[in-house]
């Protein structure tokens, strides 16, 4: 006898065109890929000026890092501003100062020390920016819209890195370095009208009126997070990993180079990581579901480094592009923590722990190269590689699951 009662509706999956159909995560996103793509492109171009004026490979490592380490302290002392100050000015304001300093050093004989200067100190700023433009994504996007949201935002900055780059080396060629910066400049420019012009006026999300002074109430969310065991976990699982097979990727031209691959092979290996990283993306965000996401993360984790252990091997260029190409697919993992790391915080320290996030992903990423170059010098750099495939796969047991206990916010 067939029943009369109607079977239940399966709900739909959610799906990249739904996330992009949310008008003020598609305003975040466009702009985001623009601000990505001109900062790829500014420190790239600032690098070769830098260059061509002093003729110092340490001058120009130290213009091309001089980005990346300040926004640590920024996170830290600053970081609570991106909960206390409506986000539409908050991050109109910080592509307008990124502007302005790609027209600075464009335009203004500035002294070498006066531009790394410069340069830092809008770093240290970043982190207050960035973490408003995360958190109005968290505040835009929820459920599993949130982490396909996070699986966007991390194939367009892989796309519009390799882009920022391909453009500095074109526009240095045909304009020179002082006219591509003015590029980059105007890039910066577009994505502010952009966000003044297309997204709403939204309140702060945190507290407006803190009688503790920003440095102070920074400082206080940032222990917080850090002394709570589940926030804390979740941080390093996402700082760690990637930190160390940067420093793998550190070595790569070196590796290259002692195996006496033929002109360009490093270029090969060295697109091998984005390119995983792209294809594990849209993989593990668009065909898996949200659980069996979070239950892949320590396979996931593991596969980016088990196959750089195989470099002791000393493999060739097909075999390790293969292995490469392996472990960027592993990166994927971090798709099945973004819900879990959302849950763990504090409704009003979203933008702060954002900002702690990724300026602790650019400082360990920045610093590993230089720890696994350390190890290099000993022991040649296949060892070396394989020795931070053994520190990522170190690092799995930070995925297990944790109490879900919520850290208070701190006053």
Known sequence: MASTGTAPLTPARTTYRDVLAEPRFRVIFATRVLAITADSLRISTFSVLVYATTSSPLLSGIAFGAGFLPQAFGATLLGSLADRLPPRGLITAGYLLECATALLLALAALPIAVSLVLIALIAFLTPVFGGAANALVARSLTGDAYVLGRSLNNMASSAAQLAGLGLSGAAVSLLGAR???????????????????????????????????????????????????????????????????????????????????????????????????????????????????????????????????????????????????????????????????????????????????????????????????????????????????????????????????VPRRAA
């Open 179 to 405: 006219h591509a910066l003015l590029a980059g400049a105007a890039l910066y420019a577009v994505a502010a009208c952009r966000i003044r012009l297309a997204l709403p006026r939204l309140p702060a999300q945190g507290p407006t009126a803190s009688p503790a002074s920003p440095v102070r109430a920074s400082l206080a969310a940032t222990a917080a997070l850090l002394r709570a065991r589940r926030p804390r976990r979740l941080l390093l699982a996402q700082w760690l990993p990637g930190a160390c097979v940067a420093g793998a990727e550190g070595q790569i031209v070196a590796y290259a180079g002692s195996q006496g691959f033929a002109s360009g092979g490093y270029a090969v290996l060295m697109a091998c990581l984005p390119v995983g990283m792209l294809v594990g993306d849209v993989l593990v965000g668009r065909m898996l579901r949200p659980a069996t996401r979070e239950r892949l993360v320590a396979p996931l984790m593991a596969l980016m480094g088990l196959p750089l252990l195989l470099f002791a091997a000393r493999p060739g260029l097909a075999a390790g592009a293969l292995l490469l190409l392996l472990a960027g697919v592993g990166f994927a993992y971090g798709l099945g923590l973004q819900r879990p790391f959302l849950d763990a915080l504090p409704a009003d320290a979203h933008g702060h722990a954002f900002g702690l996030l990724g300026s602790g992903t650019m400082t360990l990423q920045g610093v590993a190269p230089a720890l696994f170059g350390a190890l290099a010098l000993p022991f040649g750099p296949p060892l070396a590689m394989s020795l931070a495939g053994a520190a990522t796969v170190l690092t799995v047991p930070l995925s297990r699951r944790g109490p879900t206990r």
